[in-house]
């Protein structure tokens, strides 16, 4: 039998959180995997109601990297996540008109970011997509947050040079206010 | 008008297929499959997992399984430091077990510190003081006396315009341990409070990320085995064995370095240490003070894109903890190099206070 103490407490940690452990997912293993995985972190959290920190989503997405790295075959994650960053680029395809600049953009952006190596990518998408700060976000991967700048710093740096090598091969083409802010970057 | 910044760019185009669908009965199925008994206590083996298109629920039960495996702190392994490493470690149990803990109002302690990113210059060491308050009712400081100055970025990918590089980017750092302050003035002396942090979840003291009290490390065990079943019970559940024993020679790490652990504690953590695989004798080596130390070491992920070694130096006559390094590699631990370290100058109980302007305490 639940108590309603408990049951009520997860059901708040639930309502706000579920949401960003499953993008936080699907961002690392694609669509097919991320309800099975925000579902077993969520597993683990009633389980460990008692121990979780007041700031629950960082402990949250680490409870869900640790599942995805301990429990899925690589090769699997992979083929899901393929076929997402796939999805992701697709999306924005067969688009004309006013808004195709903009979308031209936007699947520039993703097409870079399906480039970078998933820890990079990772890096990158717990601020840029899941919120984080960079102290949280240090605790997902366990680092130290000077650690996490270092690496933030270089997945940027690494996003950036496939946003430019992307515009100067024409393989898409950015809008040159995006490309100046590109290079704004370095400076 | 401002340009957008890559990073709100980024946030910008974050895909609608992160958003899940509602699902009104999936918090049910959750509960019901985290309180299934059954789940927890068959040891099953693993099953080939990653198959796409697998419902959630046969995922649910075989991360009972996993969650099972992972809950129950690990007996001891087969594997320890090796022998040199280990001899250093519990000689330095020996000499710290009966060292006097002390007693006062605050546990003070003094360090240098210095950080270099493999991607920036850096100029300059910071000083620091720590005053950690015994009651939760006083306030706890970080004193920063001097700044790391981090200037220019060293291998920008692309040339900049004018041939030199803007001083924007040139801040102020001070990372001490695992935790880090950064400043755009350079000012001093620049006071943080550590037990309201800007940052929520960065309160203090810490390990390894979770919060713990002055009473938590107080009530301690001093017998290595309880004291690992604690600290494995503060890890973010989930972890391999091999990385729930990096964790823990990180946690080790850490509270020898910035934590008012008792004597009996720290003669603990240095065993702890003793019985944790792939830790490795550095020797007699100087410390970045100059000290004379010994030194253990522990390299992690290596096998991963980002690898990292953590150094633990300490006296060899006192086993006091002098000095914590840390590497960090781009290849695995292919290119490790020097990011940080921290130093301890002096540390300890006492009833002075930190000097505080009055507009702050």
Known sequence: MIEPGPRDRFTALYDACYPSVYAYAVSRAGRQLAEEVASETFCVAWRRIDDMPDEALPWLLGVARNILRESYRADARRQSLESELAAWAAASEHVTGDVADAVTERAALLRALATLSDGDRELLTLVAWHGLRAADAAKVVGCSTATYFVRLHRARRRLERALAIAAVDGASVLPSESLESVKESFR | ?361
């Open chain 2, 1 to 361: 008008m401002k340009k957008p910044d890559l990073m709100e760019m980024l946030a910008d185009v974050r895909p609608a297929s992160l958003t899940p669908e509602d699902d009104p009965r999936r918090l049910d199925r959750i509960i019901a499959a985290a309180a299934r008994p059954s789940v927890v206590a068959e040891p099953v083996p693993r099953p080939g997992r990653g198959r796409p298109g697998w419902g959630w629920g046969a995922g649910v039960a075989a991360a009972g399984l996993a969650a099972a495996a992972i809950l129950v702190p690990g007996a001891v392994g087969d594997r320890s430091a090796e022998p040199a490493a280990r001899g250093l470690l519990l000689a330095a149990a020996e000499q710290t077990v009966n060292a006097p803990t002390g007693a006062g109002r605050y546990w003070h302690s003094r360090g240098v510190n210095s950080a270099s990113p493999t991607d920036r210059t850096s100029d300059g060491l910071c000083r620091d003081e720590t005053w950690v308050a015994r009651s939760p009712k006083d306030p706890s400081w970080w004193i920063v006396h001097s700044w790391t100055r981090l200037g220019d970025v060293k291998d920008a990918l692309l040339p900049p315009e004018k041939g030199v590089w803007s001083s924007e980017q040139a801040h102020f750092t001070c990372v001490r341990g695992r935790r880090a302050v950064d400043s755009t003035d350079g000012a001093t002396p620049y006071l943080q409070r550590l037990d309201a942090f800007a940052e929520p979840g960065s309160s203090w003291p810490n390990v390894d990320g979770r919060v713990v009290s002055l009473a938590e490390i107080d009530a301690l065990p001093t017998d290595p085995e309880s004291l690992k079943e604690v600290l494995i019970q503060w890890q973010v559940p989930g972890v391999s064995d091999e990385r729930r024993d990096e964790i823990l020679f990180e946690q080790a790490a850490e509270m020898l370095l910035e934590l008012p652990a008792p004597s009996g504690v720290r003669a603990a953590l240095f065993r702890l240490m003793a019985d944790l695989p792939d830790v490795r004798s550095l020797g007699g080596v100087r410390d970045p003070l100059g000290r004379d130390a010994v030194g253990v070491a522990r390299r992690s992920s290596c096998d991963q894109e980002f690898g990292g070694e953590l150094q633990v130096l300490f006296d060899k006559d006192t086993g006091r903890l002098l000095s914590v390094k840390r590497l960090d590699g781009e290849r695995g631990c292919a290119d490790l190099r020097p990011i940080s370290w921290s130093a301890v100058q002096e540390s300890g109980w006492t009833d002075e206070s930190p000097k505080v302007p009055a507009d702050r305490s």
